[in-house]
Nanobody
Framework: VQLVESGGGLVQAGGSLRLSCAAS????????MGWYRQAPGKQRELVAA????????NYADSVKGRFTISRDKDNNTMYLQMNSLKFEDTAVYYC?????????WGQGTQVTVSS
């Protein structure tokens, strides 16, 4: 499974961005996808995740009500709509896909929120 993120950039606080993650390869075997982020000096943390079956979602408390994760199964693409962005959302955002017990990762996309 290969994952390619896009959509990061620089935005002012209060603004919005939409991240995309295009999956290729053995996408039929993916059972869960998600977004993680890592800010400088901090550990990587889960932002949001979505299952392949019924599309159940879960979010970090810090982004609930502001971020929305979704999938386009036909195009093997996952999205993260980020609204009301805050300075503390600044991080490198990584797409991940789980196949069995293995996690695949994208290269990451930088999101910078100016205060």
């Amino acid at each position: 499974v290969q994952l390619v993120e896009s959509g990061g950039g620089l935005v002012q606080a209060g603004g919005s961005l939409r991240l995309s993650c295009a999956a290729s390869g053995s996408t039929f075997s993916i059972n869960r996808m998600g977004w993680y982020r890592q800010a400088p000096g901090k550990q990587r943390e889960l932002v949001a995740a979505i299952t392949s079956g019924v599309g159940s979602t879960n979010y970090a408390d810090s982004v609930k009500g502001r971020f929305t994760i979704s999938r386009d199964k036909d195009n093997n693409t996952m999205y993260l709509q980020m609204n009301s962005l805050k300075f503390e959302d600044t991080a490198v955002y990584y797409c991940t896909a789980r196949v069995g017990l293995r996690n695949y990762w994208g290269q990451g996309t930088q999101v910078t929120v100016s205060s």
